[in-house]
């Protein structure tokens, strides 16, 4: 068995067992619901790689809570 790579795509198999569909426009809406980057091949299947499913866009660079996202302008003057 060869190692997998967090750079290698995930099979068309392995994205089927892990969103639980068959079906590509389900599997693409579980993977946006999870916050998974990935791009739509041409017939319509998700691609992604480990690296996007393992560390998804969704949980990188959260705010903790309590920290304003818009800066003090006020501090300026």
């Known amino acids: ?3 997998v790579s ?3 795509i995930i099979s068309d198999a392995d994205i089927e067992t892990l ?3 068959r079906i590509p426009t389900k599997q693409c809406e579980t993977l946006r619901e999870a916050g998974i980057f ?3 091949r041409r017939d319509g299947r998700p691609r992604t790689t480990w690296q ?3 560390d998804p866009l969704s949980h990188r660079y959260k705010q903790p809570d309590g920290i304003s996202v818009q800066p003090n302008f006020g501090a300026l003057d």
């Open 1 to 3: 068995m060869s190692e």
């Open 6 to 8: 967090d750079h290698d």
């Open 19 to 21: 969103t639980g569909y």
């Open 38 to 40: 990935f791009i739509t």
């Open 52 to 54: 996007h499913f393992n």
